[in-house]
Every structure is written in C-alpha cells, then in structure tokens.
C-alpha cells in the first residue's frame, strides 16, 4: 500500500504537470493560431498580386518581353506567337488556347509541373486573338516555405518558453498547496506520536486491573483492553503512512480471521438490539497479502453501517470464500437499504444519509483501504430492502512472509 506522503508527492507532481502542460499548450496554441493567420493572409496575398499581374500581362503582354517568371502566348491568326524567351517546359497551355478561341470564355487554372507551381490565365485577347498568361509562383512559395520555417522555430521557442513559464507558475501555484499538505502531514504525525504513550498506558493500567480480578469477572476489562489496542493500532497505522519512509510490507492475511474479529467485536451490541449476524466462511483460510489492521478497519466499519442501518430483531451476514481466484468478504443486511442510484455516492467523502449527523467519512476510507490492496468494493441495494457490500481483493502470492498480530511500540 502506497504511503500517505507517497501519494501526496506523486498529486502534488501530478498538479505541477497539469500546469505546466496547460500552460504550454495555450502559449502553443496561441503562437500556432497567430502563425496560421499570418501564412493565409501572406498566401491571400500572394494570389491577389499574381491574379493581378496575370490579368495585366493577358491584357499588355507581348509574347517575348513579359517580366520575370511571366510568359505571354498569343494566337493570332492561327499563328501561335511564344516570343524569344525560353519557355517552360509543357508550356502553352495549348488544350486551353483552343478551348478559349472556340468559346471566347476565359480559363484560370494553378499548374503543378518542373518542380514548381504556375498560374495560368487564357483569355480572348483584341482583334479576335487569344492569349495565355503564365506566372512562375517559385518566389511565392519559396517566401512562403521561409514563413512556414520561421513560425516553426517560433513554435518551438515557444514551446521551450512556455515549459519554463509553465513550470514556474505551477511551482507558484502548486507550491503553497504542497506547504499546506506537508503541514497536514506535519500535525498528522505528531498528533499521533503525541497520543501513542497515554494509549500504551491506557493499555497497560486495562491489563493490570484485568489481571488482579477473577477470571469470571475479567471480561469487560478485557474487551476495553482489546479496544484499547486497537486504538493503537489506528494511531500507529497514521504515523506510518503520514511518514516519508515508514512501508508497511504485505504480508498474508486471513480474510476469515478478519471477519470473525469483526463479528466478535459487535456481539454486544448486536446482541443489545437483538440482531442476528452470521459468520460464513469456508473454514480454512483466505488469504489476501495486505495490512492486517487496514483490512480489519474495513470489515468493522461495513459491520458498523449494517448495524446502525438495519432495524431490531433484522438480520445480518457477514460471509468470506474464494471466487474466480479472487478474495471476497460481503457484509449483507435486511435493514434500510439505499436507492441504486446512490450507490457509487456513498463512497465520496462527506457522503452522508439524511439527517444522520455522522462523519460520512467511512465508506470513502473502506475504498482507499481496498484500492491500496489493488481490490474493488461495491454496493448494492434497494430502499426498504437491505444493503450488500462485497470486497474483492487479489488472493496472497505464495511465498510472502506469514504475518501475525502486529503491535508495535505503543502497547506491550
Ligand atoms: N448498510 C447500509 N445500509 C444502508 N445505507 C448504508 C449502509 N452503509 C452505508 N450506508 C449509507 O452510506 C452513507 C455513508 O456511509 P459512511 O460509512 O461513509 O458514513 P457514515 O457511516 O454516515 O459516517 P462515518 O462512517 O464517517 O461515521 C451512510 O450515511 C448511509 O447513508
Ligand atoms: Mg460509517
């Protein structure tokens, strides 16, 4: 199971990526849209200023003398005049000077051919005569190709000042966050190193006044000793995961035991309100690699809902066994229920029933248990008509050390 402050660096890390990958996008996206405008408009451009001189030369071209990279062809008479100049290969354009003597229309069209791009415009001409206006686009492109590299090489500026940008305003942002967190962490740790030696002491007086009275009389004691201990374990369980280094390694744990324990701890007030739970299990063990005190947290507080939700004289079913090479342990009720469409709700912190005046805490804290230990909890019910919590968690790898009760320092 992932530690408290684990988890915490790894958010707090994730946060600062977010930032920095928001940040850069926006500048990216800002530098490409500005880019993008900057080529149409250049190519808008480009296309009026050639359309214009395509139209001028058609009109006072001379086959031979038209300005650089513009031819001009005429046919006169029948006669095709192409001037002195060399000409382009695969040029005039003789299908479209035809075509536009036999109609007198006009053709403009864009040529792709001698590793360039030609405009073209053939038009009828003065006195009965056609003629072709060629331009040669190779400065167009060549400026546009330059353009396209210049916003490349801005885009990756960019890109390179946005990461710094970005990692600086998310270490601004994300950095009292993380301060805040750590002082959590900070008050979380004391807190529990600070109540660990009352507990321990606690524990110990329980133990000492159980052991001066007869045994027929030692059962309360006992009981407020094993709650007392488990109390420990809690805390110990807070300063673990709050510290940086503390990792608790798995080791195989008995979901039977688990539920038993938790049946066990419940008899009285169950007995109180006369409650019937019922422990099924299959009567050997089943294990699941995990933290024993995590997973008895889980099966008490599902055992504690059942409870404070099912009516006296209701009925309750604690039941552990093996499916589909999976773990499960499902605590069902016949009391209150909930509306199906609750039931993913429940988990959220804070989620609590009407009017109930609890924490709402529970649940959420069952998931994070389960997840850790890389199962799934679900719940399912009906208004009226009961609960039912199964936990699935992955069964125990074989080899892992077997572990007992765990009780450190706190308590002797
Ligand atoms: N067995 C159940 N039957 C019906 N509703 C349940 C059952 N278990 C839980 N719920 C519903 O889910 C809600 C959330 O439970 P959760 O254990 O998270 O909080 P809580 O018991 O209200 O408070 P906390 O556990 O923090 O003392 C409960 O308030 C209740 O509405
Ligand atoms: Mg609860």
Known sequence: MRSWAEAERAEVGRARLRVSVLVALAIALMIAFVGGIAYVVMVHAQETQVSRELRYNARYGVPGIAPRCAWVFVLEDGTLHEGDLE???????????DAVHASRGSIERDVKANGTEYMVLTAPGADGTTVQAVFDLRYQLLDR??????????????LLLAALVGLTISRRT????????????????????????????AHLRAQVLAAGLPADQRTD????????????????????????????????????????????GETERATERRITVLLDHPGRPVLVGGIETGLRRAADELLAN???????????????????????????????????????????????????????????????????????????????AGARFTLRLPLAEAGLPVGGEHMTGACP
């Open 174 to 201: 994300v950095g009292p966050w993380a301060e805040a967190l750590a002082r959590q962490r900070r008050f979380v740790t004391d807190a529990s190193h600070e109540l660990r030696t009352p507990i321990a002491r």
């Open 221 to 264: 004691l006992d009981a407020l000793a094993r709650s007392i201990r488990g109390l420990a374990d809690v805390v110990d369980d807070l300063l673990a995961s709050a510290q940086l280094q503390e990792r608790r390694d798995r080791v195989p744990v008995d979901l039977t035991d688990v539920a038993e324990a938790a049946v066990v």
């Open 306 to 384: 059942a409870l404070r939700h099912t009516p006296e004289g209701g009925r309750i079913s604690v039941s552990v066994r093996t499916v589909a090479g999976q773990a499960e342990l499902v605590v069902a009720d016949n009391g209150d229920g909930f509306h199906p469409a609750e039931a993913e709700r429940l988990f959220e912190r804070s989620h609590r029933g009407p009017g109930e005046g609890r924490f709402g805490l529970g649940l959420a804290l069952v998931r994070e248990i389960v997840t850790g230990h890389g199962g799934t909890v679900e719940a399912v019910g009906r208004p009226g």
């Open 87 to 97: 000409v382009p290969r695969g040029f005039p354009l003789r299908d479209d000077i």
């Open 145 to 158: 190709a330059h353009l396209l590299l210049a916003l490349a090489i801005a885009l990756v500026a960019g």
